[in-house]
């Protein structure tokens, strides 16, 4: 998420990465003139050019996974709410609450004994 001041600084920075052609023909957007020669210049960037070996850590295939498709221009291929809590990269959360729902369930059953 990029926190700018204004929209043409945040549309630049999209387009550098999201890629410029496909942001404007996909969404029938209407280009500032004044912008043009900046923002039409830029093609779409994988998501793992932005990992470097400091984050590298962070950057696991389900998780690049995971940001490609949320960070979709436009919205209408962009991955559902339902469908974003299913995807494998909550796996490891998901196992950890049926673990803690287990262990919850356990103590409550030794406590009725």
């Not at 050019?49 to 962009?78: G, M, P, Q, W």
Request: aromatic letters at 10%; hydrophobic letters at 35%.
């Amino acid at each position: 998420v990029f926190f700018f001041n204004d929209t043409a600084t945040t549309e630049i920075y999209t387009e550098q990465i999201v890629g410029s052609v496909r942001c404007v023909q996909e969404t029938d957007m209407e280009m500032d003139s004044n912008y043009e020669d900046v923002l039409m210049s830029h093609s779409k960037k994988p998501w793992t050019s932005f990992i470097t070996k400091e984050n590298k850590h962070l950057c696991s295939e389900e998780a690049i996974d995971f940001l490609s498709k949320l960070l979709v221009y436009d919205h209408a291929e962009r991955i559902l709410p339902k469908e974003a809590m299913l995807h494998p990269y909550f796996q490891p959360v998901v196992e950890y609450h049926k673990k803690q729902q287990k262990v919850a369930q356990q103590a409550q059953m030794q406590a009725q004994k």
